[in-house]
C-alpha cells in the first residue's frame, strides 16, 4: 500500500500529531479543517456562514495540494457544537457540491478544537 502526505502551506499547519491529507492509492483522507484563515492565523467564526465558508475553502486548498476539487469528494463528516445551526451550515456546505453530492453525516459534538463551531473532514478518489 502506498502512503503520500498532501500538505500545503495554503492552509494552517496542523494542529496535532497529524496530516493535513493522505494519498493512498487513488483516494485522498483529508484531516478535519476548522475556520483558521490561513493568511492570519486567525480563526474566521464572526458568523456560521463565514466559519462554514472559511472551512470549505481551506478543504479546497488540501483538494488542490492532490490535484482533486470537490467533485472528487465521495465522503464528508461534519462535526457542529450546535444542531441548530445546521440548516445554516448546510446551505453553505450545498453550495460546494452543486452536482452530485457525497455520502455524509452531520453529528453534534460537545466541543471542537479551538472551541469553534464547525469542523468538516472528507474522503476523496481520483
Given amino acids: ?3 503520500k502526505v498532501i500538505s500545503t502551506d495554503k ?3 496542523a494542529i496535532g ?3 493535513q491529507a493522505i494519498l493512498s492509492g487513488n483516494t485522498l483522507y483529508c484531516s478535519g479543517q ?3 484563515n490561513p493568511e492570519t492565523g486567525d480563526l474566521n467564526t464572526e458568523t456560521i456562514t463565514e466559519e462554514t ?3 470549505m475553502k481551506n478543504i479546497s486548498e488540501v ?3 492532490a490535484d482533486m476539487d470537490f467533485s472528487n469528494v465521495v465522503k464528508c463528516s461534519i462535526f457542529l457544537s450546535d444542531m441548530n445551526q445546521y440548516s445554516e451550515i448546510n446551505q453553505v456546505y450545498a453550495s460546494y457540491f452543486s452536482e452530485n453530492p457525497p455520502a455524509r453525516e452531520a453529528v453534534q459534538v460537545s466541543v471542537l478544537p479551538k472551541n469553534v463551531n464547525v469542523e ?3 474522503i476523496a478518489v481520483k
Fill in 11 to 13: 492552509v494552517p499547519v
Fill in 34 to 36: 476548522i475556520a483558521i
Fill in 17 to 19: 500529531p497529524y496530516s
Fill in 120 to 122: 468538516i473532514s472528507v
Fill in 53 to 55: 465558508h472559511q472551512v
Fill in 1 to 3: 500500500m502506498s502512503k
Fill in 63 to 65: 483538494l488542490k495540494a
